[in-house]
C-alpha cells in the first residue's frame, strides 16, 4: 500500500514526529520540494489548507530510507518542515547484508586484524530480496504531539449522526 508523499499539517503537530516500524521493512521516501513550503505561524487564521500545501511539481533532493522492523524514524527539523514523506509503490524490498558483514580475498593469507584491506564488502548476492505481495504485511505506529492550534471539528461539520448502524462496519 502507498502512502503519497506530503507533509504532516504544520498547525496541528508539533516539531518532532516519530515513526516506529513494525512486522515488515519498507523505504520511505522523502523529498524536498524546488519551492519550499509556506510554514505559518500556529495559531494565526488563516486557513491551514493553504499553508501547508502538499502540491509539488519538482525535487531538489529524494532520499530512500530502509525501516527495518522495530526501526525508529524521528522527523524534525529540515526532516520534518522541509521534506515531504510518504511511503511509494516499491515492489521490491532490498534489505543489505549487515555493515560487518565481509569476506576475505582468496589470495590472503593475513587475518583481518592483520589486514583490514584484504577485507572487502560482500557481493550483491548477498542482499536479501523481499516481495511486497499478497502476504506482505506493515504496521507503523506514528507518534505526534498535537498542538492546541490544530484545527478541530466544528458543529456545522459533525457528521457523528450520519453512521445509523454502526455493527455494519
Not at 74 to 84: E, N, P, T
Request: glycine share 4%.
Amino acid at each position: 500500500m502507498e502512502i503519497a508523499s506530503h507533509f504532516e499539517d504544520f498547525d496541528a503537530f508539533g516539531p518532532v514526529i516519530l515513526t516506529i516500524s513494525l512486522i515488515s521493512p519498507l523505504y520511505m521516501t522523502l523529498k524536498k520540494p524546488t519551492t519550499a513550503p509556506t510554514i505559518v505561524e500556529p495559531g494565526s487564521n488563516s486557513d491551514s489548507n493553504n499553508n501547508n500545501n502538499n502540491a509539488c511539481d519538482s525535487y531538489d533532493d529524494v532520499v530512500k530510507i530502509l525501516l527495518e522492523p522495530g526501526s525508529l524514524l524521528i522527523l524534525k527539523d529540515d526532516a520534518r518542515f522541509k521534506y515531504r514523506h510518504g511511503i511509494g509503490k516499491y515492489k521490491w524490498i532490498d534489505i543489505p547484508p549487515p555493515k560487518n558483514q565481509y569476506w576475505q580475498s582468496e589470495d590472503d593469507e593475513s587475518s583481518p586484524s592483520e589486514n583490514p584491506e584484504a577485507l572487502l564488502p560482500t557481493t550483491a548476492a548477498s542482499v536479501t530480496r523481499i516481495k511486497r505481495g499478497d502476504s506482505y504485511r506493515r504496521v507503523s505506529l506514528t507518534i505526534r504531539h498535537l498542538l492546541s492550534t490544530r484545527r478541530k471539528v466544528q458543529d456545522k461539520e459533525d457528521e457523528s449522526d450520519t453512521i445509523k448502524d454502526p455493527s455494519a462496519y
